[in-house]
């Protein structure tokens, strides 16, 4: 959590520009001294100016949980590309003559659709998280 610190983040949030949007990888949800550390992390993110900072998440077969996060940060709660942009690009992309095995508009929109758990553990103000995967 070192690289993440709230005055890093802060390093981050003057280096952008007024729409400028931070995404970094922020660990798994499966372990619950990670879970904590993405719970810090968005406050810090969040303290730090960003309006926005939303956990989102991967399958990763290579990774030992088998799952691994990201932290989108933005500084405008409406900076970034629309799902409707989203789609066109891809579908440039496919017109292109490019391919992908893995990505597709749907994974992005559905990554952060979190268990209900995970979102409770990092959403709420509480500052015990209580880890319960049953």
């Not at 077969?61 to 690009?89: A, D, H, W």
Request: charged share 25%; net charge negative.
């Amino acid at each position: 959590s070192v690289l993440y610190s709230e005055e890093h983040l802060g390093y981050l949030f003057r280096a952008l520009s007024p729409e400028g949007v931070f995404n970094f990888q922020a660990e798994t949800f499966n372990l619950p001294s990670d879970l904590k550390g993405i719970k810090d992390w968005r406050y810090d993110a969040l303290e730090t100016g960003f309006e926005s900072a939303q956990y989102g998440s991967l399958m990763i077969s290579s990774y030992p949980t088998g799952q691994i996060g990201f932290l989108l940060c933005k500084k405008n709660k409406e900076s970034g590309p629309s799902m409707e942009e989203v789609e066109q690009r891809f579908e440039e992309i496919v017109q292109a003559g490019l391919t992908t095995t893995y990505y597709q508009p749907k994974l992005q929109k559905s990554s952060f659709d979190l268990p209900l758990w995970v979102e409770k553990s990092i959403y709420t103000q509480d500052t015990d998280i209580a880890v319960d995967c049953e």
